[in-house]
């Protein structure tokens, strides 16, 4: 088993900026590939980045892309995510994700081991 623990959610202002971070505990080794979706109120989740667990490899939402940075710290097992020039549409759960496949897997069934979410809102 995995166990994810996401933090540095909170409340920020359009075009500012907040750092995610999840906290992957257990049976590590195995884990290929960590990710990051999404779900605003009403909306289906949504695929924002993903990183090898090396972190040598990124994939990023064209959403997002050129704002937010995916990075590992394979010294203290996260990965977080950068997220600048936020707007009031990227409000949502935000959710750390384990999975063992390769390459770009983008959607929720590709991966094993999800967190609880953490809150990100950007007021207008």
């Known amino acids: 088993q995995v166990q994810l623990v996401e933090s540095g959610g909170g409340l920020v202002q359009a075009g500012g900026s907040l750092r995610l971070s999840c906290a992957a505990s257990?049976?590590?080794?195995?884990?290929?590939?960590m990710a990051w979706f999404r779900q605003a109120p009403g909306k289906d989740g949504e695929f924002v980045a993903c990183?090898?667990?090396?972190?040598?490899?990124?994939y990023y939402a064209d959403s997002v892309k050129g704002r937010f940075t995916i990075s590992r710290d394979n010294l203290k097992n996260t990965v977080d995510l950068q997220m600048n020039s936020l707007k009031p549409e990227d409000t949502a759960v935000y959710y750390c994700?384990?999975?063992?496949?390769?390459?770009?897997?983008?959607?929720?069934?590709?991966?094993?081991?999800w967190g609880q979410g953490t809150q990100v809102t950007v007021s207008s």
């Open positions: 994700a384990a999975g063992f496949l390769a390459g770009r897997p983008t959607t929720r069934d590709q991966y094993s081991y």
């Open positions: 257990g049976r590590t080794f195995n884990i290929v590939t």
């Open positions: 990183s090898s667990w090396s972190g040598g490899n990124t």
